[in-house]
Protein backbone atom coordinates (compact mmCIF):
# COMPACT_ATOMS: atom_id res chain seq x y z
CA UNK A 1 0.00 0.00 0.00
CA UNK A 2 1.16 3.77 -0.65
CA UNK A 3 2.02 5.63 2.28
CA UNK A 4 -0.12 9.17 2.23
CA UNK A 5 1.57 12.46 3.73
CA UNK A 6 -0.33 15.96 4.07
CA UNK A 7 1.51 18.45 1.75
CA UNK A 8 -1.16 21.65 1.88
CA UNK A 9 -3.57 23.57 4.71
CA UNK A 10 -6.54 25.40 4.18
CA UNK A 11 -9.18 26.64 6.76
CA UNK A 12 -11.64 28.87 7.23
CA UNK A 13 -13.24 29.43 10.93
CA UNK A 14 -15.20 31.03 13.16
CA UNK A 15 -11.46 32.41 14.71
CA UNK A 16 -10.28 33.41 11.35
CA UNK A 17 -10.14 32.95 7.93
CA UNK A 18 -6.57 30.98 7.78
CA UNK A 19 -4.94 27.82 8.71
CA UNK A 20 -2.18 29.96 11.10
CA UNK A 21 -4.53 33.14 12.07
CA UNK A 22 -7.03 30.37 13.53
CA UNK A 23 -4.19 27.90 14.88
CA UNK A 24 -2.43 31.15 17.26
CA UNK A 25 -5.90 31.98 18.18
CA UNK A 26 -6.96 29.03 19.20
CA UNK A 27 -3.48 28.05 21.32
CA UNK A 28 -4.05 31.90 22.92
CA UNK A 29 -7.79 30.15 24.16
CA UNK A 30 -10.06 32.67 22.38
CA UNK A 31 -13.47 32.08 21.68
CA UNK A 32 -15.38 32.12 18.39
CA UNK A 33 -18.89 32.44 20.02
CA UNK A 34 -21.37 35.73 19.58
CA UNK A 35 -24.39 36.95 19.39
CA UNK A 36 -25.98 35.48 16.03
CA UNK A 37 -25.17 38.79 13.40
CA UNK A 38 -26.16 37.54 9.62
CA UNK A 39 -29.98 37.63 10.82
CA UNK A 40 -31.77 38.44 13.38
CA UNK A 41 -32.19 35.29 15.85
CA UNK A 42 -33.84 36.63 18.64
CA UNK A 43 -37.31 34.83 18.41
CA UNK A 44 -34.87 31.38 18.42
CA UNK A 45 -34.15 29.44 21.61
CA UNK A 46 -30.15 29.74 20.54
CA UNK A 47 -29.84 33.44 19.28
CA UNK A 48 -25.68 33.12 19.46
CA UNK A 49 -23.42 31.06 17.24
CA UNK A 50 -19.75 30.34 16.16
CA UNK A 51 -19.66 32.89 12.69
CA UNK A 52 -17.07 33.18 10.18
CA UNK A 53 -15.76 36.64 10.94
CA UNK A 54 -16.37 38.66 8.02
CA UNK A 55 -14.31 41.39 6.63
CA UNK A 56 -12.02 43.20 4.31
CA UNK A 57 -10.11 40.60 4.67
CA UNK A 58 -7.49 41.98 6.91
CA UNK A 59 -6.48 40.91 10.45
CA UNK A 60 -8.15 37.10 9.74
CA UNK A 61 -11.30 38.45 8.76
CA UNK A 62 -13.00 36.83 5.69
CA UNK A 63 -13.73 38.82 2.46
CA UNK A 64 -15.70 37.08 0.02
CA UNK A 65 -14.06 39.04 -2.58
CA UNK A 66 -11.24 37.52 -1.87
CA UNK A 67 -12.38 33.67 -3.27
CA UNK A 68 -14.59 34.05 -6.00
CA UNK A 69 -15.69 36.83 -8.04
CA UNK A 70 -19.56 38.40 -7.41
CA UNK A 71 -20.34 36.90 -10.42
CA UNK A 72 -19.63 33.41 -9.19
CA UNK A 73 -20.73 34.29 -5.50
CA UNK A 74 -23.89 35.17 -6.27
CA UNK A 75 -24.82 31.20 -7.71
CA UNK A 76 -23.15 29.45 -4.73
CA UNK A 77 -24.11 28.93 -1.09
CA UNK A 78 -22.03 30.47 1.28
CA UNK A 79 -20.77 26.06 1.98
CA UNK A 80 -19.83 26.74 -0.91
CA UNK A 81 -17.55 29.84 -0.88
CA UNK A 82 -16.16 28.46 2.58
CA UNK A 83 -14.86 25.12 0.66
CA UNK A 84 -13.65 27.23 -2.32
CA UNK A 85 -11.45 29.42 -0.03
CA UNK A 86 -9.99 26.53 2.27
CA UNK A 87 -8.74 24.61 -0.93
CA UNK A 88 -7.48 27.67 -2.29
CA UNK A 89 -5.50 27.78 0.48
CA UNK A 90 -4.25 24.23 0.69
CA UNK A 91 -3.07 24.01 -2.93
CA UNK A 92 -1.24 26.84 -2.74
CA UNK A 93 0.30 25.62 0.69
CA UNK A 94 1.20 22.99 -0.84
CA UNK A 95 2.40 24.30 -4.21
CA UNK A 96 0.19 22.14 -5.86
CA UNK A 97 -1.60 23.68 -9.05
CA UNK A 98 -0.16 22.27 -11.91
CA UNK A 99 -0.34 23.10 -15.79
CA UNK A 100 0.27 19.66 -17.20
CA UNK A 101 -2.04 17.37 -17.67
CA UNK A 102 -0.79 14.36 -16.70
CA UNK A 103 -0.66 15.69 -12.87
CA UNK A 104 -3.77 16.76 -13.14
CA UNK A 105 -5.57 14.03 -14.03
CA UNK A 106 -3.87 12.38 -11.14
CA UNK A 107 -5.15 15.01 -8.95
CA UNK A 108 -8.43 14.22 -7.78
CA UNK A 109 -11.17 16.30 -4.81
CA UNK A 110 -13.15 14.65 -2.37
CA UNK A 111 -14.61 17.56 -0.05
CA UNK A 112 -18.14 16.53 1.40
CA UNK A 113 -20.57 18.51 3.41
CA UNK A 114 -22.74 17.58 6.36
CA UNK A 115 -26.10 19.55 4.89
CA UNK A 116 -25.07 21.23 2.18
CA UNK A 117 -26.74 24.84 0.83
CA UNK A 118 -29.49 24.48 3.58
CA UNK A 119 -30.57 28.31 3.55
CA UNK A 120 -30.32 28.32 -0.33
CA UNK A 121 -32.97 25.47 0.19
CA UNK A 122 -35.06 27.53 2.19
CA UNK A 123 -34.60 30.27 0.47
CA UNK A 124 -36.06 29.30 -2.36
CA UNK A 125 -39.07 27.32 -0.99
CA UNK A 126 -39.83 30.88 0.18
CA UNK A 127 -39.35 32.29 -3.09
CA UNK A 128 -41.62 29.23 -4.63
CA UNK A 129 -44.70 29.52 -2.97
CA UNK A 130 -44.73 33.56 -2.77
CA UNK A 131 -43.65 34.27 -6.60
CA UNK A 132 -44.12 30.71 -7.84
CA UNK A 133 -42.08 28.15 -10.07
CA UNK A 134 -40.79 30.36 -12.61
CA UNK A 135 -38.66 32.53 -10.27
CA UNK A 136 -36.12 29.40 -8.96
CA UNK A 137 -33.06 30.17 -10.56
CA UNK A 138 -31.47 28.05 -12.74
CA UNK A 139 -28.03 27.89 -10.26
CA UNK A 140 -30.27 26.82 -7.15
CA UNK A 141 -29.49 23.10 -7.67
CA UNK A 142 -26.21 23.10 -8.35
CA UNK A 143 -25.50 25.96 -5.84
CA UNK A 144 -26.44 24.19 -3.41
CA UNK A 145 -25.89 20.42 -4.06
CA UNK A 146 -23.00 18.64 -1.70
CA UNK A 147 -20.83 17.39 -4.30
CA UNK A 148 -20.52 21.26 -6.02
CA UNK A 149 -17.24 22.26 -3.79
CA UNK A 150 -15.40 19.47 -5.41
CA UNK A 151 -17.06 20.40 -8.91
CA UNK A 152 -16.32 23.73 -8.57
CA UNK A 153 -12.39 23.27 -7.35
CA UNK A 154 -11.96 20.73 -9.87
CA UNK A 155 -13.32 23.74 -12.60
CA UNK A 156 -11.02 25.85 -11.18
CA UNK A 157 -7.81 24.35 -11.15
CA UNK A 158 -8.14 21.53 -13.95
CA UNK A 159 -8.39 18.83 -11.24
CA UNK A 160 -9.96 16.08 -13.43
CA UNK A 161 -9.09 12.83 -11.10
CA UNK A 162 -11.24 11.37 -8.69
CA UNK A 163 -14.23 13.61 -8.23
CA UNK A 164 -16.17 12.61 -5.25
CA UNK A 165 -17.95 13.88 -2.07
CA UNK A 166 -19.01 12.78 1.76
CA UNK A 167 -22.41 12.83 3.39
CA UNK A 168 -22.00 11.75 6.86
CA UNK A 169 -23.21 14.28 9.33
CA UNK A 170 -20.44 15.50 11.41
CA UNK A 171 -18.16 12.77 10.76
CA UNK A 172 -17.94 14.28 7.06
CA UNK A 173 -14.38 15.70 6.78
CA UNK A 174 -12.77 13.00 8.61
CA UNK A 175 -14.49 10.48 6.50
CA UNK A 176 -13.44 12.80 3.56
CA UNK A 177 -10.11 12.78 4.57
CA UNK A 178 -9.60 9.20 5.39
CA UNK A 179 -11.30 8.32 1.98
CA UNK A 180 -9.00 10.38 -0.45
CA UNK A 181 -6.34 8.55 1.51
CA UNK A 182 -7.30 5.53 0.51
CA UNK A 183 -7.79 6.38 -2.86
CA UNK A 184 -4.42 7.53 -3.23
CA UNK A 185 -3.24 4.16 -1.48
CA UNK A 186 -5.06 2.06 -4.00
CA UNK A 187 -3.64 4.37 -6.76
CA UNK A 188 -6.73 6.05 -8.39
CA UNK A 189 -5.06 9.37 -7.77
CA UNK A 190 -1.22 10.74 -6.90
CA UNK A 191 -2.80 13.60 -4.85
CA UNK A 192 -6.90 14.39 -3.57
CA UNK A 193 -7.97 17.46 -2.42
CA UNK A 194 -10.01 16.20 0.55
CA UNK A 195 -12.29 17.82 3.28
CA UNK A 196 -15.17 19.44 4.59
CA UNK A 197 -17.47 22.70 4.39
CA UNK A 198 -20.74 23.90 6.52
CA UNK A 199 -22.49 27.12 6.10
CA UNK A 200 -25.65 25.81 8.10
CA UNK A 201 -26.15 29.18 11.03
CA UNK A 202 -29.34 30.20 9.29
CA UNK A 203 -32.94 30.25 10.83
CA UNK A 204 -34.21 26.99 9.86
CA UNK A 205 -30.52 25.33 10.44
CA UNK A 206 -30.79 27.07 14.27
CA UNK A 207 -34.50 26.00 14.74
CA UNK A 208 -33.93 22.38 13.26
CA UNK A 209 -31.24 21.68 15.61
CA UNK A 210 -32.97 22.99 18.65
CA UNK A 211 -35.88 20.67 17.77
CA UNK A 212 -33.24 18.23 18.41
CA UNK A 213 -32.49 19.44 22.05
CA UNK A 214 -28.94 19.40 20.71
CA UNK A 215 -28.12 23.38 20.50
CA UNK A 216 -26.73 25.36 23.78
CA UNK A 217 -29.36 27.31 24.89
CA UNK A 218 -29.07 29.16 28.34
CA UNK A 219 -26.03 31.71 27.68
CA UNK A 220 -27.80 34.15 25.48
CA UNK A 221 -26.15 36.33 27.33
CA UNK A 222 -22.64 35.01 27.34
CA UNK A 223 -21.93 32.92 24.12
CA UNK A 224 -18.38 33.07 24.66
CA UNK A 225 -18.62 30.02 27.32
CA UNK A 226 -21.40 28.37 26.42
CA UNK A 227 -19.62 25.49 24.00
CA UNK A 228 -17.85 24.36 27.23
CA UNK A 229 -17.26 20.38 26.45
CA UNK A 230 -16.60 18.10 29.91
CA UNK A 231 -17.78 20.92 31.97
CA UNK A 232 -20.71 20.18 34.49
CA UNK A 233 -22.56 23.06 33.65
CA UNK A 234 -22.32 22.62 29.40
CA UNK A 235 -25.84 22.34 28.18
CA UNK A 236 -25.38 21.51 24.38
CA UNK A 237 -23.32 22.83 21.33
CA UNK A 238 -22.44 25.75 19.88
CA UNK A 239 -23.21 25.49 16.06
CA UNK A 240 -20.10 26.77 14.02
CA UNK A 241 -19.13 27.15 10.36
CA UNK A 242 -16.57 27.26 7.92
CA UNK A 243 -14.21 24.55 5.98
CA UNK A 244 -10.98 22.86 6.32
CA UNK A 245 -9.03 21.51 3.13
CA UNK A 246 -5.97 19.71 3.44
CA UNK A 247 -3.93 18.19 0.38
CA UNK A 248 -3.13 14.47 0.81
CA UNK A 249 -0.45 12.56 -1.35
CA UNK A 250 1.39 9.94 -2.11
CA UNK A 251 4.62 10.15 -0.07
CA UNK A 252 7.14 9.22 -3.07
CA UNK A 253 5.45 11.93 -4.72
CA UNK A 254 6.01 14.36 -2.81
CA UNK A 255 9.25 13.86 -1.92
CA UNK A 256 9.74 13.43 -5.84
CA UNK A 257 8.63 16.97 -5.91
CA UNK A 258 10.37 18.70 -2.81
CA UNK A 259 7.31 19.23 -0.94
CA UNK A 260 6.82 20.44 2.46
CA UNK A 261 5.54 17.47 4.47
CA UNK A 262 3.41 17.78 7.40
CA UNK A 263 2.48 14.94 8.62
CA UNK A 264 1.50 11.03 7.49
CA UNK A 265 -1.88 9.56 7.87
CA UNK A 266 -1.59 6.63 9.09
CA UNK A 267 -4.50 4.82 9.92
CA UNK A 268 -8.40 5.37 9.54
CA UNK A 269 -11.02 3.41 11.40
CA UNK A 270 -14.70 3.54 10.71
CA UNK A 271 -17.87 1.74 12.45
CA UNK A 272 -21.44 2.41 12.74
CA UNK A 273 -23.36 2.32 16.06
CA UNK A 274 -26.51 1.15 15.12
CA UNK A 275 -28.20 2.35 17.93
CA UNK A 276 -30.22 5.87 17.68
CA UNK A 277 -30.85 8.34 14.69
CA UNK A 278 -28.78 11.43 17.10
CA UNK A 279 -27.65 10.12 20.26
CA UNK A 280 -24.35 7.47 20.73
CA UNK A 281 -24.37 4.33 22.32
CA UNK A 282 -24.02 4.38 26.41
CA UNK A 283 -21.18 2.58 26.29
CA UNK A 284 -19.47 4.51 23.13
CA UNK A 285 -19.19 1.58 21.34
CA UNK A 286 -18.94 2.88 18.47
CA UNK A 287 -16.59 5.10 18.50
CA UNK A 288 -14.28 3.09 20.48
CA UNK A 289 -14.13 0.52 17.56
CA UNK A 290 -13.46 3.29 15.10
CA UNK A 291 -10.22 3.94 17.26
CA UNK A 292 -9.44 1.01 17.49
CA UNK A 293 -9.60 0.05 13.22
CA UNK A 294 -7.84 3.20 12.56
CA UNK A 295 -4.72 2.15 15.29
CA UNK A 296 -5.12 -1.48 13.86
CA UNK A 297 -4.57 0.16 10.52
CA UNK A 298 -1.82 2.12 11.46
CA UNK A 299 -0.34 -0.71 13.24
CA UNK A 300 0.21 1.38 16.02
CA UNK A 301 -0.42 0.23 19.92
CA UNK A 302 -3.28 2.60 22.13
CA UNK A 303 -0.45 3.63 24.11
CA UNK A 304 1.84 5.24 21.71
CA UNK A 305 -0.96 8.17 21.36
CA UNK A 306 -0.03 11.54 22.78
CA UNK A 307 -2.63 13.62 21.29
CA UNK A 308 -6.19 12.76 20.69
CA UNK A 309 -8.95 15.71 19.28
CA UNK A 310 -11.52 14.78 20.88
CA UNK A 311 -15.25 14.57 19.03
CA UNK A 312 -16.57 16.57 22.42
CA UNK A 313 -19.46 18.75 21.44
CA UNK A 314 -19.77 19.57 24.84
CA UNK A 315 -22.95 17.56 24.89
CA UNK A 316 -24.24 15.00 27.39
CA UNK A 317 -22.29 12.61 24.84
CA UNK A 318 -18.69 14.36 25.76
CA UNK A 319 -18.28 11.45 28.81
CA UNK A 320 -19.04 8.87 26.78
CA UNK A 321 -16.25 9.44 24.48
CA UNK A 322 -14.16 10.37 27.03
CA UNK A 323 -14.74 6.79 28.08
CA UNK A 324 -14.23 4.91 25.15
CA UNK A 325 -11.05 6.79 24.77
CA UNK A 326 -10.06 5.95 28.32
CA UNK A 327 -11.02 2.55 27.46
CA UNK A 328 -8.81 2.54 24.64
CA UNK A 329 -6.18 3.30 26.18
CA UNK A 330 -6.13 1.77 29.76
CA UNK A 331 -3.32 1.98 32.02
CA UNK A 332 -1.40 4.80 29.78
CA UNK A 333 -4.64 6.99 29.84
CA UNK A 334 -3.01 9.38 32.05
CA UNK A 335 -0.01 9.56 29.68
CA UNK A 336 -1.92 10.96 26.76
CA UNK A 337 -3.69 14.66 26.11
CA UNK A 338 -7.34 14.96 24.49
CA UNK A 339 -8.58 18.54 24.01
CA UNK A 340 -11.51 19.32 22.44
CA UNK A 341 -11.13 22.48 20.05
CA UNK A 342 -14.88 22.73 19.78
CA UNK A 343 -14.79 24.71 23.01
CA UNK A 344 -12.84 27.52 20.98
CA UNK A 345 -14.89 27.08 17.37
CA UNK A 346 -17.90 25.67 18.10
CA UNK A 347 -18.80 22.46 16.30
CA UNK A 348 -18.72 23.12 12.53
CA UNK A 349 -20.61 19.39 11.53
CA UNK A 350 -19.28 18.47 8.09
CA UNK A 351 -16.50 20.42 8.51
CA UNK A 352 -15.18 19.75 11.64
CA UNK A 353 -13.31 16.49 11.22
CA UNK A 354 -11.47 18.29 8.75
CA UNK A 355 -10.63 21.32 10.73
CA UNK A 356 -10.11 19.55 13.54
CA UNK A 357 -7.54 17.50 11.56
CA UNK A 358 -5.63 20.54 10.52
CA UNK A 359 -5.15 20.86 14.29
CA UNK A 360 -4.50 17.91 15.11
CA UNK A 361 -1.66 18.42 12.13
CA UNK A 362 -0.52 21.40 13.47
CA UNK A 363 -0.08 19.57 17.42
CA UNK A 364 2.46 17.68 15.74
CA UNK A 365 4.32 20.14 13.95
CA UNK A 366 4.55 22.30 16.73
CA UNK A 367 4.65 20.02 20.12
CA UNK A 368 1.32 21.52 21.70
CA UNK A 369 -2.08 20.30 22.48
CA UNK A 370 -4.31 23.19 22.15
CA UNK A 371 -6.73 24.05 25.00
CA UNK A 372 -10.27 22.81 26.31
CA UNK A 373 -11.37 25.99 27.19
CA UNK A 374 -14.85 26.39 29.13
CA UNK A 375 -13.48 23.96 31.41
CA UNK A 376 -14.05 25.21 34.98
CA UNK A 377 -16.00 21.98 36.63
CA UNK A 378 -15.19 18.74 35.16
CA UNK A 379 -18.34 16.73 35.38
CA UNK A 380 -16.34 13.18 35.75
CA UNK A 381 -12.89 13.20 37.11
CA UNK A 382 -10.89 12.56 34.00
CA UNK A 383 -7.72 10.31 33.70
CA UNK A 384 -6.59 12.06 30.68
CA UNK A 385 -5.23 15.60 30.66
CA UNK A 386 -7.71 17.81 29.20
CA UNK A 387 -5.71 20.73 28.45
CA UNK A 388 -8.28 22.62 30.91
CA UNK A 389 -8.32 26.44 29.95
CA UNK A 390 -4.54 26.44 28.69
CA UNK A 391 -2.64 24.77 25.86
CA UNK A 392 -0.41 21.70 26.90
CA UNK A 393 3.19 22.20 25.39
CA UNK A 394 4.57 18.21 25.24
CA UNK A 395 5.88 15.27 23.04
CA UNK A 396 3.12 14.81 20.13
CA UNK A 397 4.11 12.03 17.27
CA UNK A 398 1.40 10.20 17.17
CA UNK A 399 -2.20 11.89 16.78
CA UNK A 400 -5.69 10.67 16.69
CA UNK A 401 -8.46 12.68 15.65
CA UNK A 402 -12.19 11.15 16.82
CA UNK A 403 -15.63 12.65 14.43
CA UNK A 404 -19.07 10.82 15.51
CA UNK A 405 -22.22 11.95 13.24
CA UNK A 406 -25.87 11.78 13.14
CA UNK A 407 -26.98 8.04 12.24
CA UNK A 408 -24.66 6.73 14.53
CA UNK A 409 -21.55 6.87 11.79
CA UNK A 410 -18.23 7.00 13.48
CA UNK A 411 -14.68 8.08 11.72
CA UNK A 412 -11.38 8.13 13.55
CA UNK A 413 -8.10 9.33 11.81
CA UNK A 414 -4.46 8.83 13.22
CA UNK A 415 -1.47 10.49 12.03
CA UNK A 416 2.10 11.20 12.79
CA UNK A 417 5.13 12.60 12.58
CA UNK A 418 7.05 11.49 9.07
CA UNK A 419 9.61 8.59 9.03
CA UNK A 420 11.32 6.93 6.45
CA UNK B 1 -31.39 56.03 -24.10
CA UNK B 2 -34.72 54.41 -23.16
CA UNK B 3 -35.99 54.12 -19.48
CA UNK B 4 -36.48 50.15 -20.91
CA UNK B 5 -32.72 50.30 -22.58
CA UNK B 6 -31.27 51.61 -18.77
CA UNK B 7 -33.33 49.18 -16.74
CA UNK B 8 -31.99 46.15 -18.68
CA UNK B 9 -28.62 47.50 -19.07
CA UNK B 10 -28.44 47.81 -15.02
CA UNK B 11 -29.79 44.09 -14.98
CA UNK B 12 -27.34 42.69 -17.76
CA UNK B 13 -24.72 44.80 -15.36
CA UNK B 14 -25.11 43.21 -12.43
CA UNK B 15 -25.92 39.65 -13.32
CA UNK B 16 -23.04 39.18 -15.51
CA UNK B 17 -20.30 41.79 -13.66
CA UNK B 18 -19.54 43.37 -17.02
CA UNK B 19 -18.59 46.99 -17.83
CA UNK B 20 -21.65 49.17 -18.87
CA UNK B 21 -19.41 50.54 -21.89
CA UNK B 22 -19.30 46.58 -23.15
CA UNK B 23 -23.72 46.29 -23.18
CA UNK B 24 -23.81 47.44 -26.25
CA UNK B 25 -26.88 47.01 -29.22
CA UNK B 26 -25.55 43.94 -30.66
CA UNK B 27 -23.56 42.98 -27.98
CA UNK B 28 -24.39 39.02 -27.43
CA UNK B 29 -24.93 37.83 -24.26
CA UNK B 30 -22.95 34.83 -24.78
CA UNK B 31 -20.20 35.71 -26.92
CA UNK B 32 -19.26 38.74 -25.50
CA UNK B 33 -20.51 39.47 -22.26
CA UNK B 34 -19.64 36.05 -20.76
CA UNK B 35 -22.98 34.19 -20.22
CA UNK B 36 -23.54 30.36 -20.00
CA UNK B 37 -26.77 29.04 -20.74
CA UNK B 38 -27.88 29.59 -17.24
CA UNK B 39 -27.00 32.87 -16.84
CA UNK B 40 -29.00 33.47 -19.52
CA UNK B 41 -32.27 31.46 -18.33
CA UNK B 42 -31.40 34.08 -15.22
CA UNK B 43 -31.04 37.09 -17.14
CA UNK B 44 -34.77 36.19 -18.62
CA UNK B 45 -36.37 35.61 -15.38
CA UNK B 46 -34.59 39.00 -13.66
CA UNK B 47 -36.30 40.86 -17.08
CA UNK B 48 -39.58 39.21 -16.13
CA UNK B 49 -39.60 40.22 -12.62
CA UNK B 50 -38.30 43.55 -13.24
CA UNK B 51 -41.06 44.38 -16.25
CA UNK B 52 -43.75 42.47 -14.60
CA UNK B 53 -43.63 40.55 -18.10
CA UNK B 54 -44.20 36.84 -18.64
CA UNK B 55 -41.34 35.81 -21.71
CA UNK B 56 -42.12 32.02 -22.67
CA UNK B 57 -39.16 29.79 -23.37
CA UNK B 58 -39.52 29.79 -27.19
CA UNK B 59 -39.60 33.74 -27.13
CA UNK B 60 -36.15 33.50 -24.52
CA UNK B 61 -34.40 31.69 -27.15
CA UNK B 62 -34.52 34.51 -29.32
CA UNK B 63 -33.53 37.01 -26.79
CA UNK B 64 -29.59 36.15 -27.68
CA UNK B 65 -28.30 39.92 -27.73
CA UNK B 66 -28.65 43.11 -25.55
CA UNK B 67 -30.94 44.88 -28.41
CA UNK B 68 -32.94 41.80 -28.54
CA UNK B 69 -33.74 42.02 -25.42
CA UNK B 70 -35.06 46.01 -25.36
CA UNK B 71 -37.06 45.04 -28.35
CA UNK B 72 -38.71 42.21 -26.93
CA UNK B 73 -39.57 44.05 -23.61
CA UNK B 74 -39.96 47.11 -25.39
CA UNK B 75 -43.07 45.43 -27.27
CA UNK B 76 -44.56 43.62 -24.24
CA UNK B 77 -44.72 45.89 -21.87
Redesign the interface.
Known amino acids: MRRVVVTGLGMVSPLACGTEETWSRLLAGESGAGTIQRFDASHLATSYACEVPLGDGSNGTFNPDDWM ?3 ER ?2 VDDFILFGMAAADQAVRDAGWTPEDEEDRLRTGVLIGSGIGGLSSIADTAVLLKEKGP ?2 V ?3 FI ?1 GSLINLISGQVSIRYGFKGPNHAVVTACSTGAHAIGDAARLIQWGDADVMVAGGAEAAICEIGIAGFNACKALSTKRGDDPEHASRPYDADRDGFVMGEGAGVVVLEDYEHAKARGAKIYAEILGYGLSGDAYHITAPAEDGDGGYRAMVAALKRAGIAPDAVDYINAHGTSTMADTIELGAVERLLGDKAGMATMSSTKSSIGHLLGAAGAVEAIFSILAIRDQVAPPTINLDTPAVTPKLNLAANAKHEREVNVVLSNSFGFGGTNASLVMGKVSD | MSDIADRVKKIVVEHLSVEEDKVTENASFIDDLGADSLDTVELVMAFEEEFGIEIPDDAAETIQTFGDAVKFITEAS
Do not use: I, L, M, Y
Open positions: SPKRKRRSPFP
